[in-house]
């Protein structure tokens, strides 16, 4: 579908990528990744001709019709809504459902005769153009993306203006998603979605059938999404044929190789560089040495260049907490407001306790930033108290930068801030060790790069070690190797952290327990992130059951009353029958039902055994996967075990949905 030939780009003096060469075939999901700053992005923008390369070329074939996150959002009018924004995603849609109504208002005035004939069949060209693109179901389909994304259903009559940057992202999202592109370009999808979000595009995506590239440093996405993976490093693109975890694997043992052949490399540079230092002006050795000269100059042309990797990664870390006491934070009734009328957090009252690990989670609006910042001290409650515990430091890396680092400050300055009393030399050496060059700490800290400006917060933290560690989206600047870091770090902590994350597999690899916040109010769950899944999801479940029973019925009491009339009638009927004729109609009953009672059974049964063998195959399928055979095909095995996943989960939801049946029928 998609072919780079031997792509050159290069920005300036900078080369980015170098005879980059690779494939993506129809239907494929790939995943893109490497360091920040690499290229991944630049791929992007030459399929979409936003960028032109100085070398090779990139065949499209088919003419997609491709969907993407543009960067640069404009409504065509300052009263457009968010419905109307979302509902232009398919280009030429809007043009196709004008003509049809200018159609069909001229019919009625068109007499039998060949211009009707022409009108007739134009009208049945479009309306079949419009409906292959989707025409009849968009609406219902960006209502569906809004919902998901977090739009209430009052928000999509709201001009598209009047959205924040992140919210109108959002929108662009859902209107991508909705438009059903043949091929769908992501970039960083998840940096404006909280944790709900994130979990319905994942199922989103998980459905979509068409071509997939996703440009993202979220493990968890490209687990569950991608079956091809692309590292971009070193000016080079690298195809993995397998999803995140075989590239994983298959990288560090390419690392391992690559180390060992350029240390063989230099090796050998380095006895050439040596005999011709030693033989050069000698007479009898001189075409030795020139021979030798040419020798290293080859050397120099095919010379071995290591990925860059994470830098981040490299210096990462937490100082040991400063003892505390046993409780950390406790708020009481705590209420704030920014405008003195509407209410971002009300009544909450919660405890924190020493060593705790807690991440906050909820649709973007809820409070969680704020919630943090009180917290830290940064924003005082409008009402109720936030006490922190005996001897507790709060530190609070916040997501703007700028709130707690001034941006026209030095590197040098803001580590010598957070610890005044330093000697020079200990914050240089320091600050060497969380990568930072003699050049760089002269800069001002605003125009470091995001994860040079991560570095710093941790810095700081590192400088003035904090009892309670408070963390507003802290990966959203690392790349895979920085997230993994920053977790291990976290974990071996001995202090408290509570944090705000949009990176799923991060919160599950960090957290002890949860702290919800919802239009109803705040709720915490004693456990990772997985058991608030699974009791928020029963709770969830038990809600919509009754809600649906109300709207279903829409008389539910009334329902129940004339059943309970019913059975009260029967009963009264059968006050005078014999205990022989109560139990000859109880069989009778029996009777009637075994049949239903049977195929209940039997279909159990049935889903039972497939169940057992599709797990039994799924296992397989991983043990191959983990540990592959020369021959073995990672896209066929990638796409057979996703089919083994999927039809696990259909057969057990039948199996559940018999098995109510039967206890119904039983009782």
Same mark, same amino acid.
């Given at each position: 579908?998609?072919?780079?030939?031997?792509?050159?780009?290069?920005?300036?003096?900078?080369?980015?990528?170098?005879?980059?060469?690779?494939?993506?075939?129809?239907?494929?999901?790939?995943?893109?990744?490497?360091?920040?700053?690499?290229?991944?992005?630049?791929?992007?923008?030459?399929?979409?001709?936003?960028?032109?390369?100085?070398?090779?070329?990139?065949?499209?074939?088919?003419?997609?019709?491709?969907?993407?996150?543009?960067?640069?959002?404009? @409504? /065509?009018? %300052? =009263?457009?809504? +968010? !419905?109307?924004?979302?509902?232009?995603?398919?280009?030429?849609? *809007?043009?196709?459902?004008?003509?049809?109504?200018?159609?069909?208002?001229?019919?009625?005035?068109?007499?039998?005769?060949?211009?009707?004939?022409?009108?007739?069949?134009?009208?049945?060209?479009?309306?079949?153009?419009?409906?292959?693109?989707?025409?009849?179901?968009?609406?219902?389909?960006?209502?569906?993306?809004?919902?998901?994304?977090?739009?209430?259903?009052?928000?999509?009559?709201?001009?598209?203006?009047?959205?924040?940057?992140?919210?109108?992202?959002?929108?662009?999202?859902?209107?991508?998603? @909705? /438009?059903? %592109? =043949?091929?769908? +370009? !992501?970039?960083?999808?998840?940096?404006?979605?909280?944790?709900? *979000?994130?979990?319905?595009?994942?199922?989103?995506?998980?459905?979509?059938?068409?071509?997939?590239?996703?440009?993202?440093?979220?493990?968890?996405?490209?687990?569950?999404?991608?079956?091809?993976?692309?590292?971009?490093?070193?000016?080079?693109?690298?195809?993995?044929?397998?999803?995140?975890?075989?590239?994983?694997?298959?990288?560090?043992?390419?690392?391992?190789?690559?180390?060992?052949?350029?240390?063989?490399?230099?090796?050998?540079?380095?006895?050439?560089?040596?005999?011709?230092?030693?033989?050069? @002006?000698?007479?009898?050795?001189?075409?030795?040495?020139?021979?030798?000269?040419?020798?290293?100059?080859?050397?120099?042309?095919?010379?071995?260049?290591?990925?860059?990797?994470?830098?981040?990664?490299?210096?990462?870390?937490?100082?040991?907490?400063?003892?505390?006491?046993?409780?950390?934070?406790?708020?009481?009734?705590?209420?704030?407001?920014?405008?003195?009328?509407?209410?971002?957090?009300?009544?909450?009252?919660?405890?924190?306790?020493?060593?705790?690990?807690?991440?906050?989670?909820?649709?973007?609006?809820?409070?969680?930033?704020?919630?943090?910042?009180?917290?830290?001290?940064?924003?005082?409650?409008?009402?109720?108290?936030?006490?922190?515990?005996?001897?507790?430091?709060?530190?609070?890396?916040?997501?703007?930068?700028?709130?707690?680092?001034?941006?026209?400050?030095?590197?040098?300055?803001?580590?010598?801030?957070?610890?005044?009393?330093?000697?020079?030399?200990?914050?240089?050496?320091?600050?060497?060790?969380?990568?930072?060059?003699?050049?760089?700490?002269?800069?001002?800290?605003?125009?470091?790069?995001?994860?040079?400006?991560?570095?710093?917060?941790?810095?700081?933290?590192?400088?003035?070690?904090?009892?309670?560690?408070?963390?507003?989206?802290?990966?959203?600047?690392?790349?895979?190797?920085?997230?993994?870091?920053?977790?291990?770090?976290?974990?071996?902590?001995?202090?408290?952290?509570?944090?705000?994350?949009?990176?799923?597999?991060?919160?599950?690899?960090?957290?002890?327990?949860?702290?919800?916040?919802?239009?109803?109010?705040?709720?915490?769950?004693?456990?990772?992130?997985?058991?608030?899944?699974?009791?928020?999801?029963?709770?969830?479940?038990?809600?919509?059951?009754?809600?649906?029973?109300?709207?279903?019925?829409?008389?539910?009491?009334?329902?129940?009353?004339?059943?309970?009339?019913?059975?009260?009638?029967?009963?009264?009927?059968?006050?005078?029958?014999?205990?022989?004729?109560?139990?000859?109609?109880?069989?009778?009953?029996?009777?009637?039902?075994?049949?239903?009672?049977?195929?209940?059974?039997?279909?159990?049964?049935?889903?039972?055994?497939?169940?057992?063998?599709?797990?039994?195959?799924?296992?397989?399928?991983?043990?191959?996967?983990?540990?592959?055979?020369?021959?073995?095909?990672?896209?066929?095995?990638?796409?057979?075990?996703?089919?083994?996943?999927?039809?696990?989960?259909?057969?057990?939801?039948?199996?559940?949905?018999?098995?109510?049946?039967?206890?119904?029928?039983?009782?």
């Amino acid at each position: 579908m998609i072919e780079f030939r031997n792509i050159s780009v290069r920005y300036g003096t900078q080369v980015v990528l170098q005879d980059v060469s690779f494939r993506v075939n129809k239907g494929e999901r790939v995943g893109i990744t490497g360091p920040n700053g690499s290229g991944k992005s630049t791929l992007f923008r030459l399929i979409l001709n936003e960028a032109y390369a100085d070398g090779g070329d990139v065949n499209i074939e088919e003419a997609p019709r491709i969907g993407h996150i543009r960067q640069h959002l404009q @409504a /065509s009018s %300052p =009263d457009e809504t +968010l !419905l109307e924004y979302a509902l232009r995603g398919i280009p030429g849609l *809007a043009e196709m459902e004008h003509e049809i109504h200018v159609i069909e208002h001229a019919l009625p005035d068109t007499q039998d005769g060949p211009e009707r004939a022409r009108l007739l069949k134009r009208l049945g060209d479009v309306q079949t153009e419009f409906e292959h693109a989707g025409g009849y179901e968009i609406e219902s389909r960006v209502k569906a993306s809004l919902g998901g994304l977090g739009f209430s259903a009052e928000a999509f009559g709201k001009p598209f203006a009047s959205f924040s940057g992140g919210w109108q992202m959002r929108a662009e999202l859902s209107r991508v998603l @909705a /438009s059903h %592109p =043949d091929l769908l +370009l !992501l970039d960083e999808p998840s940096n404006y979605l909280d944790l709900p *979000a994130v979990e319905w595009l994942q199922r989103f995506l998980k459905g979509y059938d068409g071509t997939l590239m996703l440009i993202s440093h979220d493990r968890y996405l490209l687990r569950t999404l991608t079956d091809i993976t692309v590292e971009v490093d070193a000016n080079t693109a690298t195809r993995y044929n397998g999803n995140l975890d075989f590239y994983l694997r298959e990288r560090d043992i390419r690392y391992a190789n690559l180390l060992a052949a350029k240390e063989n490399q230099d090796r050998r540079r380095d006895q050439l560089e040596r005999f011709v230092e030693r033989f050069k @002006a000698q007479a009898t050795k001189a075409s030795q040495a020139q021979s030798r000269m040419k020798m290293i100059e080859k050397i120099d042309e095919a010379a071995i260049v290591l990925p860059k990797r994470s830098r981040a990664a490299a210096y990462l870390r937490l100082a040991p907490a400063p003892h505390a006491g046993a409780e950390t934070v406790r708020l009481t009734d705590v209420s704030f407001s920014y405008d003195g009328t509407r209410n971002v957090l009300s009544n909450v009252s919660l405890a924190i306790a020493r060593g705790e690990k807690v991440a906050i989670v909820g649709f973007n609006g809820m409070g969680k930033t704020t919630l943090l910042r009180i917290m830290a001290g940064a924003r005082p409650p409008t009402s109720g108290t936030c006490t922190l515990g005996h001897k507790v430091i709060p530190g609070y890396l916040s997501q703007e930068f700028s709130e707690t680092i001034p941006p026209d400050v030095s590197v040098f300055e803001c580590a010598k801030r957070a610890r005044p009393g330093a000697t020079e030399k200990d914050l240089r050496t320091q600050l060497g060790a969380f990568g930072f060059s003699a050049d760089d700490i002269t800069k001002p800290a605003g125009g470091l790069s995001g994860g040079a400006k991560i570095r710093l917060a941790f810095l700081r933290l590192f400088l003035a070690p904090p009892s309670l560690m408070l963390l507003d989206e802290p990966t959203t600047h690392l790349d895979l190797e920085g997230r993994t870091a920053l977790e291990s770090a976290i974990r071996t902590y001995d202090g408290t952290v509570c944090l705000v994350s949009h990176d799923i597999e991060f919160v599950r690899n960090t957290v002890t327990s949860i702290i919800e916040i919802t239009p109803s109010g705040v709720r915490t769950f004693p456990g990772g992130y997985d058991y608030y899944l699974e009791k928020s999801s029963k709770d969830s479940s038990k809600v919509l059951k009754f809600e649906s029973s109300k709207v279903s019925s829409g008389t539910a009491a009334q329902s129940a009353a004339k059943e309970q009339g019913n059975f009260r009638t029967s009963e009264l009927q059968n006050v005078r029958t014999s205990p022989k004729d109560l139990r000859r109609a109880r069989a009778q009953e029996r009777d009637k039902r075994q049949p239903k009672v049977k195929a209940l059974r039997d279909r159990i049964a049935k889903a039972e055994n497939r169940i057992t063998e599709l797990e039994a195959e799924l296992e397989t399928l991983s043990a191959v996967l983990f540990n592959p055979p020369p021959d073995t095909n990672f896209a066929d095995t990638n796409r057979r075990l996703k089919y083994v996943q999927d039809q696990i989960s259909v057969h057990t939801e039948e199996w559940e949905r018999d098995s109510l049946a039967l206890e119904e029928a039983l009782s």
